[in-house]
C-alpha cells in the first residue's frame, strides 16, 4: 500500500483562530475611522436638533422636542416625504423591470453580440451631472429634443412643459433616474442568472418546458436574494440622490421634486436652520435604517 507523506501539519479554522488573537486587534484602525467619520456625525446632528441652531448666530437656545413638533404639522415636510417614496418606489420598480428583460433578452448573447450587453451599461457609468444636463436639455420645453419629436409626430399640440409644469416635473426626474439606473439591475441579474445550474435548464427543456414556464419557474426564484440586494442598495442610492433631481429642477417646481436630501439642503444651507435641518436628517436616517433592517431580515429568510 502506497504511503502519501504528510508534508505539514494542517491547521483546522478553529485552531488558527485560537492562535492568533492579534487579528481581532487590527481591525482597531478601521473601527477608529469609522467612529471618527461616521459616528461623530450623527451624535452631532442629534444634539444639534434639539436646539434652535441658525448658522450665523452664535447663540444658540436649548427647545427640546420643538423642531420634531414643527416636523409633524410641515407640510413642506410631508410634501417631500411622498416625494421621496415615490421617487424612489417608481425608480426602482422601473429599473429592476428594464434590467430584468434586458437580462433574460441578451442572457444568450455569443459572440460579438456581447458586445450589446457591455454597450446597454454604459449609461450607469455616466456620471450622475452628466446625466441631469443631458436630459435636462432633452426636456426643455423650447428646442428640446423630446418635445421637438413629440410635435413632428403630432402626438402633442404643443410643447410639454416637462420640467417647469408640477405635473410633469417628478416624471422626467424619474425617466432620467431610470435611463441611468436599469444598467445596474442589468448587471445584478446577469450575473444571478449565470447561477442557475445547467442541469435544471436542460431538465426543463427535456420536458419541453415553454419559456415562460422556465423563466416563472425556474430562474426567477434563482433572482430573489440578487433582486432583495439591488433593491436596497439603489433605496439608499435614491434616497440621497441630490445632484440629478438639484440640476434638473432644483426640487421645484412648487416642492413637486424636492425629495428629503433636497428639503435638507434647503434648511441647512438657504434658511441656515441647523437644528430643523438635523431633525428632518435623523427621521431620514431612522427610514433608512428601517427600510435596510426589512430588507436584511428578509434576505435572511431567503437563505435559511
Known sequence: ???VPRFGRSRSPRRIRRGAPWIDWMTIPALLVLAVVIGYPIVRTVIVSF???????????YIGMGNFDHLTSDPVFWQSLRSTAVY????????????????LVTERL?????ILRGALLTPWAVPVIVVAFLFRFMFEDNGGVVNAVLTRLH???SAVQWLTSS???MISVIIANVWSQA????????????????????AARIDRARTWSMILLIKLPYLRSAALVGALLMIIQNFNNFPLIWAMTEGGPAYSTTTLVIYVYRLAFTSFDLGYASA???VWLVLLLAIATLFIRVLRGERT
Open 1 to 3: 500500500m502506497a504511503v
Open 51 to 61: 436646539y434652535d441652531f441658525p448658522l450665523l448666530n452664535p447663540k444658540h437656545e
Open 88 to 103: 424612489t418606489g417608481v425608480s426602482v420598480l422601473a429599473g429592476m423591470l428594464i434590467g430584468l428583460v434586458l437580462a
Open 110 to 114: 455569443q459572440g460579438p453580440w456581447r
Open 155 to 157: 402626438i402633442v399640440d
Open 167 to 169: 405635473d410633469w416635473a
Open 183 to 202: 444598467p445596474f439591475f442589468l448587471l445584478v441579474f446577469t450575473a444571478a442568472l449565470g447561477s442557475v445550474p445547467n442541469e435544471v435548464i436542460e
Open 280 to 282: 428632518v436628517g435623523l
